[in-house]
């Protein structure tokens, strides 16, 4: 059984349980979570809050980048992309 959150809600669950939610709606896995929300740390998104909206944010920024794999219902962002995609990301929406 899934519960379905609003954004605002989502940002206020525990950890795992708002990374399980990024998980079902956008098909990241534990690792892709934790190196997303380590980079936003770094660059300065300290606040958990905003730092969950900016997750989201790249989240939704990367499914217009066209790289949701059907198949695999997933966001696929291939070997070594990650980093310099949250880096651009940042970068532009500062």
Do not use: M
């Given at each position: 059984m899934t519960v379905a959150f609003s954004n605002k809600e989502a940002f206020s669950l525990?950890?795992?349980?708002?990374?399980?939610?990024?998980?079902?709606?956008?098909?990241?896995?534990?690792?892709?979570y934790n190196t997303i929300d380590a980079l936003l740390f770094e660059k300065g998104y300290i606040d958990v809050y905003e730092r969950r909206f900016a997750l989201i944010r790249f989240?939704?920024?990367?499914?217009?980048?066209?790289?949701?794999?059907?198949?695999?219902?997933?966001?696929?962002?291939?070997?070594?992309?990650?980093?310099?995609m949250v880096?651009?990301?940042?970068?532009?929406?500062?």
């Open positions: 525990p950890d795992l349980q708002f990374y399980k939610w990024c998980g079902l709606k956008y098909g990241i896995n534990r690792g892709i989240l939704e920024y990367s499914l217009q980048e066209d790289l949701y794999d059907k198949k695999a219902k997933a966001i696929k962002f291939g070997r070594g992309n990650l980093t310099v880096n651009e990301f940042v970068n532009a929406h500062v």
